[in-house]
């Protein structure tokens, strides 16, 4: 089974690049010749990296969670399959490179940096911290994508305010579909965001019985998830429309990523056990 995994671990590059180079040709040349397949490779894909993803699990005895490039593995998957389900939900498949690549950028990390570890501190074994995980990195890939396609809305906005109609203006959707793209990508992030902090809830008081809400991290996740709460009520139930919800999915992204970098790197917390 080891043999497997390498061999896999090497493979999930090529099949990325693969599925980015077909996404990308049919971006810049359009038609219909990879309309269908481009789909198809990607499940594929997807489909190798959750089998290798579920061999490292048995394998090890342990989720791939314990140390940042298994984490990027499982991000390179998150973002990918978070893509393939919206992707599924809406049927407009015109901007998978602008998603893939960030599939590519962590896997690739990931295949040349993993380690196999079989000896790991005895809480990095929970399944239930292994949903927390998964669902907290599959959350903030859905708000990833948001941020991704808020910044499509943004450039192709400002060639229209300009009159420049070229490969973006023919290529891209419409703004009003990347708009509708960025929102459905935020509440897929929100829903696992949430799930993410459902499971936490459960596994924190079991596996640290001493722990604090008032953890800086906790405190970071809570007004990420407000904020894109907020956003998604103003949007459903308010008069929230175009450049004013997807320039909050951007600063909500950005708030995301120095909320996470301040914590990792600028304060104690308990998750700092990798």
Same mark, same amino acid.
């Given at each position: 089974?080891?043999?497997?995994?390498?061999?896999?671990?090497?493979?999930?590059?090529?099949?990325?690049?693969?599925?980015?180079?077909?996404?990308?040709?049919?971006?810049?040349?359009?038609?219909?010749?990879?309309?269908?397949?481009?789909?198809l490779?990607?499940?594929?894909?997807?489909?190798v990296?959750?089998?290798?993803?579920?061999?490292?699990?048995?394998?090890?005895?342990?989720?791939?969670?314990?140390n940042?490039?298994?984490?990027?593995?499982?991000?390179?998957?998150?973002?990918?399959?978070?893509?393939?389900?919206?992707?599924?939900?809406?049927?407009?498949?015109?901007?998978?490179?602008?998603?893939?690549?960030?599939?590519?950028?962590?896997?690739?990390?990931?295949?040349?940096?993993?380690?196999? !570890?079989?000896?790991?501190?005895?809480?990095?074994?929970?399944?239930?911290?292994?949903?927390?995980?998964?669902?907290?990195?599959?959350?903030?890939?859905?708000?990833?994508?948001?941020?991704?396609?808020?910044?499509?809305?943004?450039?192709?906005?400002?060639?229209?305010?300009?009159?420049?109609?070229?490969?973006?203006?023919?290529?891209?959707?419409?703004?009003?579909?990347?708009?509708?793209?960025?929102?459905?990508?935020?509440?897929i992030?929100?829903?696992?965001?949430s799930?993410?902090?459902?499971?936490?809830?459960?596994?924190?008081?079991?596996?640290?019985?001493?722990?604090?809400?008032?953890?800086?991290?906790?405190?970071?996740?809570?007004?990420?998830? !407000?904020?894109?709460?907020?956003g998604?009520?103003?949007?459903?139930?308010?008069?929230?429309?175009?450049?004013?919800?997807?320039?909050?999915?951007?600063?909500?992204?950005?708030?995301?990523?120095?909320?996470?970098?301040?914590?990792?790197?600028?304060?104690?917390?308990?998750?700092?056990?990798?």
């Amino acid at each position: 089974m080891n043999a497997a995994i390498d061999f896999i671990n090497i493979l999930l590059p090529v099949l990325y690049l693969t599925t980015f180079g077909i996404y990308f040709y049919d971006f810049m040349y359009g038609g219909k010749n990879f309309s269908n397949s481009k789909r198809l490779f990607l499940f594929i894909t997807l489909l190798v990296h959750a089998s290798y993803l579920i061999l490292r699990t048995i394998l090890f005895d342990h989720p791939p969670i314990t140390n940042v490039f298994e984490i990027f593995t499982v991000l390179a998957f998150s973002v990918g399959f978070s893509y393939f389900i919206l992707e599924l939900l809406t049927d407009i498949r015109g901007t998978g490179p602008f998603i893939i690549i960030f599939s590519i950028f962590f896997q690739i990390i990931s295949t040349l940096f993993i380690q196999d !570890l079989v000896e790991v501190r005895e809480v990095l074994r929970s399944n239930l911290l292994g949903g927390h995980v998964f669902s907290a990195l599959l959350g903030y890939s859905g708000i990833t994508i948001s941020a991704v396609y808020g910044i499509l809305y943004l450039i192709l906005y400002q060639d229209i305010k300009l009159n420049r109609f070229g490969l973006i203006f023919n290529r891209l959707p419409s703004l009003e579909i990347l708009e509708r793209l960025s929102f459905v990508s935020a509440v897929i992030g929100f829903f696992m965001l949430s799930l993410a902090i459902i499971i936490g809830v459960i596994w924190l008081p079991k596996a640290f019985p001493n722990f604090s809400y008032t953890d800086p991290k906790l405190i970071g996740t809570s007004l990420v998830w !407000l904020l894109y709460g907020i956003g998604i009520l103003s949007k459903t139930f308010g008069k929230w429309r175009g450049k004013r919800v997807v320039t909050l999915s951007v600063v909500g992204f950005v708030i995301a990523i120095l909320s996470t970098a301040l914590t990792n790197f600028l304060s104690q917390s308990f998750h700092s056990f990798y």
